[in-house]
């Protein structure tokens, strides 16, 4: 089987740790098991017993995340997965079939997108406008539906743009889903990254065939535990739960272990409060740096440690990013690896100290550009 290529996730491996500065990551700079163990847990670290464990994940971390969400979920409506990539991977594979249709909203990580093209899917992709706010146009999304569509798969927050799905157009999306009896799929690996510290609404429980894909590895700041889960109906789960026996059989029992003590309602919301002040600090600092560039017009997220930027010189995205990591060793991502021509993404997520010795780099880069 020929699978296409993740463009976005093959620059990344290839050269993230090969720059000076990578301002590619999407998420917030990991804490450290010191940072998130009272001394007490650490000590059991250290004696725990390395099981397989439950290859669900264990009740206890699935009870946790069915109390982020404002609904009522069971312990049956989650499975634990190896990152959220896991879970993206798992609903696509349980539920679709070569043939169907899917509507894919761009910009996006893209994952999915190859991910279903490589298995004969035919994507059709929506775009989020820049102009109404990064959103969905509803009546957009209705006309390129059809009795074909199996699946309407949304990234909210969205990666690359940071923006939030406003409340009518859920709501809209809800409805055109149920009318057509066909899936939604969101991914929101990004929930609990929102720059006003309020977390936005899910998709979780909308409709019966909802799905909804997150993890730790973002707002969390933690995406070295390999964390994630998929959340949706009883009967949707048994399935990605069998597939799952195929793919990792079971994630990493320490990461179950410190995730099931740290996502308590209390100890969770201390995480989500850091990475608030630390994304405000920082985005500040960058729309300061950015706002005297002729070069690029920065869009400002609503979440996520992410900002796409909007080109202002005659160079496509990836000419963009190649020229700046060859020459001055700073790692971004460019906007077709993306969805979308004449935009680069910026992670803001690292120490500031970081992000300001990074964006010097960016500025004289740019200023050989005039
Ligand atoms: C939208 C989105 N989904 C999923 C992932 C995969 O994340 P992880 O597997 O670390 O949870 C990413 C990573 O950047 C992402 O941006």
Redesign the pocket.
């Known amino acids: 089987m020929r699978f296409e290529e993740f463009q976005l996730e093959r620059n990344q491996s290839l050269f993230e740790n090969e720059v000076d500065y990578n301002l590619s990551e999407?998420g917030v700079h990991p804490l450290k098991i010191s940072e998130i163990l009272t001394s007490e847990e650490q000590e059991q670290v250290l004696d725990t017993e390395l099981f397989y464990g439950y290859t669900n994940g264990t009740p206890q971390l699935r009870k946790r995340v069915i109390d982020m969400y404002d609904q009522n979920l069971s312990l049956d409506n989650v499975l634990i997965t190896s990152?959220?990539?896991?879970a993206?991977f798992l609903s696509i594979m349980t539920q679709l079939e070569r043939g169907d249709e899917i509507i894919y909203m761009v910009p996006n990580?893209l994952?999915i997108y190859h991910l279903a093209r490589s298995f004969g899917i035919d994507v059709k992709t929506l775009p989020i406008r820049q102009e109404i706010g990064w959103q969905w146009d509803p009546d957009e999304l209705k006309t390129i539906v059809s009795s074909n569509t199996k699946m309407i798969v949304v990234?909210n927050p969205n990666?690359p743009t940071g923006a939030i799905m406003k409340n009518e157009v859920m709501d809209r999306v809800i409805e055109i889903a149920e009318d057509l009896d066909c899936w939604i799929l969101s991914?929101e690996?990004?929930r609990g990254a929102e720059l006003n510290g309020v977390e936005c609404r899910s998709f979780a429980g909308a409709t019966n065939k909802t799905i909804v894909n997150a993890?730790l590895?973002k707002a969390y700041s933690l995406?070295g535990l390999?964390i994630?889960w998929t959340v949706g109906s009883k009967a949707y789960i048994d399935k990605a739960w069998s597939f799952h026996d195929f793919t990792v059989i079971n994630v990493s029992y320490l990461s179950d272990w410190i995730a099931s003590r740290i996502l308590t309602e209390e100890r969770r919301r201390k995480i989500l409060d850091r990475t608030k002040d630390h994304l405000n600090h920082n985005l500040d600092l960058l729309c300061d740096w950015a706002a005297d560039l002729p070069s690029i017009t920065l869009s400002r997220p609503e979440a996520a440690a992410i900002t796409f930027a909007k080109i202002n010189l005659e160079m496509s995205s990836e000419e963009f990013v190649f020229d700046l990591r060859d020459h001055h060793s700073v790692l971004l991502t460019a906007g077709k690896w993306h969805g979308l021509e004449g935009y680069v993404r910026f992670g803001y997520g690292t120490p500031t100290d970081y992000v300001e010795s990074a964006l010097k780099r960016v500025k004289s880069f740019l200023s050989d550009k005039k």
């Open positions: 999407s990152g959220s990539a896991e993206n990580y994952q990234c990666n991914d690996v990004y993890g590895s995406p390999r994630g």
